[in-house]
RNA sequence: GGCCCCAUCGUCUAGAGGCCUAGGACACCACCCUCUCAAGGUGGAGACACGGGUUCGAAUCCCGUUGGGGCUGCCA
């Protein structure tokens, strides 16, 4: 082995999550990484970490820290690596020269334009026509070096998901192995890697599906060890049923984690698109993935990325978490929070936390809920105050409230007791009663329930804002 | 166009020939709970794409049709 790429003796299999540094982590790669996790943690594989890039207009070094970084957040772990193609050009370059000696590939100097004339000329649908096949060239600038498929046969790929899938070796093409610039393409490195690293299971997406027979005809042109068992992952869709794209979709997770979604609810949803437990129960965190998963048992249809039943999930992670987990979790959010620093009051924030905390589908949900604590002055939602304004028992309750409010044990329940006598007063119910008194003081009509707003806030806040509202429904 | 993959409620899935009057979850609707909003509880509507076989029996096996999708680069 070279490189450091080291192979360990021994026992199970090994798995490999080899994502190309274009960008932010994908949620189809997420998936991809958490079924190959799961599978070595499962079946006692190791799992190798490598970054496919070859490509060197594409591959940056940010990227690859984004990656490894939400990798690594998500709970994902690897065993070996991350190893880099971008270091190992010689390798590549050695086994293709191989290749050529052997007679398995031949140097090609046809252009595209060249190609595409020829294809229309004749009439064929675009493709390379395997022109410099028997032209004997030799290496020098400008040339390509493709591989040569056998004209016969045919080649069976053994999925360990789809079972198997057989292609004609006549369909498929003389595929580059190098660029004419000598730069290695991404089937040799892949294979090469493959073999280089033992890697014995291979679990990707099924966009790689018809990329299989070549990747096999290679494996088999380098005769290194036997052939990796094969698993292609269903795609994952959008709503319009094609695969995620980029441009259009949100799929990169660490979009989420910005938001506020848990590691524990990505992967756990991410780990039921395309695979569902034997029983009924979905909410399961890593290691009882472990537990049940199965390539075996994986769906062979697309998946519908649905961010609602994310968000649903997301909900119940937050709801699971011990109060003081909640809290620390929320702190990173509070942090980026709109009112100044020195606003921030961390027992006003501990008193209302668990109401919160049942409350919200992601932690970013969490700064508006208990933004009113610390902003000032209170934003007003004016939409809802100038409804509410003119309602004939709105200066009343709020005169009463304010009234009340100045001597009144200031807890949750006493407020709670005391507003339902202002209510009663009125003639009102107490939810009617409320609405105003919440609008004053928190700005909203939703939120937390009122009396531990009101308790968090405390009374000098609280009643301030009550002569706010007063003056502002007087002069409406 | 060619090659390949796929097909259970709107969505994610359970279902490996009789256990299916097709189960669960999200979303949706109603009711309950309730200081708002959530959460929670109860109930409801909602699917085996179609057509042929095979079989005593098919959501499950086979073939075809239709419909989706992927690949078809000197990208990965």
């Not at 009924?280 to 075996?296: H, N, R, T, Y």
């Not at 968000?311 to 809290?327: K, M, Q, S």
């Not at 009550?466 to 502002?472: F, K, N, Q, S, V």
Request: glycine share 6%; aromatic share 8%.
């Amino acid at each position: 082995m070279r490189d450091g790429v080291r192979e360990t003796r021994g026992g199970g299999p090994r798995l490999r999550f080899a994502p190309s540094p274009t960008g932010y982590l994908h949620v189809g790669s997420a998936r991809a990484a958490l079924y190959n996790w799961l599978v070595a943690r499962r079946e006692g594989g190791r799992l190798v970490l490598r970054i496919e890039d070859t490509d060197a207009a594409r591959g940056r070094e940010e990227w690859v820290e984004g990656i490894l970084d939400v990798l690594s957040w998500l709970g994902l772990d690897w065993d070996e690596g991350p190893y880099r193609q971008s270091t190992r050009t010689e390798r590549y370059r050695e086994v293709a020269e191989q290749l050529f000696r052997s007679g398995a590939a031949y140097y090609c100097d046809c252009t595209r334009e060249a190609v595409d004339e020829r294809a229309k000329a004749a009439g064929r649908p675009p493709g390379y026509d395997r022109w410099c096949r028997t032209r004997g060239l030799g290496p020098g600038p400008d040339r390509a070096l493709r591989f040569a498929v056998p004209l016969e046969g045919e080649t069976t790929v053994a999925d360990r998901i789809r079972g198997e899938v057989t292609f004609s070796n006549a369909q498929l093409d003389d595929f580059a192995l190098l660029r004419s610039n000598g730069a290695p393409l991404f089937l040799l490195c892949n294979v090469v890697d493959d073999a280089d690293e033992a890697i014995t299971d291979v679990v990707r997406g099924e966009d790689h599906l018809p990329n299989t027979p070549k990747y096999q005809l290679l494996w088999e042109a380098i005769g290194a060890r036997p052939l990796p068992r094969f698993a292609h992952l269903p795609m994952l869709v959008n709503e319009r049923r094609q695969k995620l794209s980029k441009r259009r979709d949100p799929v990169r997770v660490e979009d989420y984690r910005a938001e506020g979604y848990l590691p524990e609810a990505m992967c756990n949803y991410l780990a039921l698109l395309g695979w569902g437990p034997e029983n009924d129960q979905e909410v399961l965190e890593l290691d009882e993935l472990v537990a049940q998963f199965s390539l075996e048992r994986v769906n062979h249809a697309p998946a519908f990325f649905d961010p609602v039943k994310l968000r649903h999930f997301n909900g119940v992670w937050i709801r699971r978490l011990d109060p003081a987990t909640f809290r620390a979790r929320c702190e990173p959010f509070l942090r980026a929070a709109p009112w100044p620093a020195d606003a921030f009051d961390a027992a006003a924030f501990t008193r209302l936390a668990p109401a919160v905390q049942e409350r919200v589908g992601t932690l970013s949900e969490v700064v508006g809920m208990v933004s009113f604590l610390f902003e000032e002055p209170l934003q007003m939602e004016e939409a809802a105050w100038a409804k509410l304004a003119r309602a004939p028992e709105t200066p009343a309750i709020l005169v009463a409230a304010r009234a009340s409010y100045a001597d009144v044990a200031w807890e949750a329940e006493p407020l709670h007791a005391a507003t339902a006598a202002i209510a009663d007063a009125a003639g009102l119910k107490l939810r009617q009663a409320q609405a105003p008194i919440r609008l004053a003081v928190t700005g909203r009509l939703v939120g937390p329930p009122l009396f531990d707003a009101l308790e968090a806030l405390g009374r000098a806040r609280a009643l301030e804002r009550l002569d706010r509202a007063i003056e502002r429904a007087a002069t409406a």
